[in-house]
């Protein structure tokens, strides 16, 4: 697949950072800098930040993999999720995979999982097994602290206390058995499952889930023309659509055209960038996935 940079401008600048220009343009080329530093300042202050998952204007905050925690991303823990609604998310995208005894549990996927907590026995771990290992990763402010991988029982406990709360799911194993498995819990309803491909899509439907999120990462989007034309008929069915950064940057006009709100995920680097996020919004974004 293609891949492109994002480059997004700081809004603070200096002015060294323009070229001295001399002559009767002068004075016009000093303006308009200036003209563009006021617009950038103002542009990335008014970024209307919102955590109402209903709300199809920008821009919606998802907590990725439960939103980053004491500087670090992809913990899918208790604490992440813990710290994130405090400080006033309500929307949480996690990941799940199944233990060995069939419990499905918050983690990316089992390799990532074994390095987080060091695990030296059989993958998948039994259930109990995965609750005893903490994660022990090394963060930009904490070093070596640990965390606690979600579970549905957390899950169940914090978001029957809390009423706002959305779940966005990822899985990159079984989507079928997790949405079976989630379609008998307490917290069904504000359940927002992502798909990974139209039949997906359709399966989810089927099983009675309302508001579907279909992610292209795992599509053949090598051709955008094409990935939009097979999207068009299923759109009106979608909740949102959710597409790499870079994607956006390059096929924005297409993708707003399908007349559903659209979401973006990237590394956290760029992903968390203001300036990026109002450069988005000017495009048509709907919301980011934040960690």
């Known amino acids: 697949m293609n891949t492109w940079s994002i480059s997004v401008p700081s809004p603070r600048m200096s002015w060294a950072d323009f070229p001295m220009v001399f002559g009767r343009n002068a004075m016009l080329v000093t303006i308009l800098a200036l003209m563009a530093l006021l617009y950038a300042e103002v542009a990335v202050a008014e970024v209307p930040y919102h955590h109402d998952i209903n709300n199809r204007k920008c821009c919606l905050v998802i907590a990725h993999a439960g939103g980053g ?9 208790e604490e992440a999720v813990l710290s994130n609604l405090k400080a006033g998310a309500r929307v949480f995208e996690l990941d799940f995979a ?8 918050g983690t990316h996927d089992w390799g990532l999982w074994t390095n987080q907590t060091q695990y030296k026995g059989n993958v998948p771990p039994t259930y109990g097994e995965f609750s005893q290992h903490k994660l022990v990763v090394q963060g930009q402010r904490i070093i070596n ?4 991988a979600v579970t549905m029982p957390f899950l169940e406990s914090v978001m029957t206390r809390n009423k706002k ?19 008998g ?18 399966m989810l439907a089927g099983l009675g889930y309302k508001r579907i999120i279909l992610t292209i990462y795992k599509m053949d989007i090598s051709n955008p023309d094409r990935l939009t034309r097979r999207i068009a008929p299923i759109a009106k069915n979608l909740h949102a659509l959710t597409v790499p950064m870079d994607y956006f940057a390059e096929n924005h006009e297409a993708l707003i055209k399908l007349g559903v709100p659209i979401y973006t995920h990237g590394p956290p680097a760029n992903i968390n960038s203001r300036e990026l996020h109002a450069r988005f919004k000017r495009f048509g974004i709907s919301g980011f996935y934040v960690d």
């Open 165 to 183: 709360i959305i779940l966005i799911t990822d899985t990159k194993y079984n989507l079928a058995e997790l949405a079976n498995t989630l379609k």
């Open 185 to 202: 819990s307490e917290i069904f309803n504000r359940i927002y499952p992502q798909a990974y491909s139209l039949e997906e899509v359709e």
């Open 98 to 105: 199944k233990t060995s005894d069939g419990k499905w549990v």
């Open 145 to 148: 602290r640990s965390y606690k």
């Open 69 to 77: 925690v004491e500087g670090n991303p992809y913990t899918n823990s």
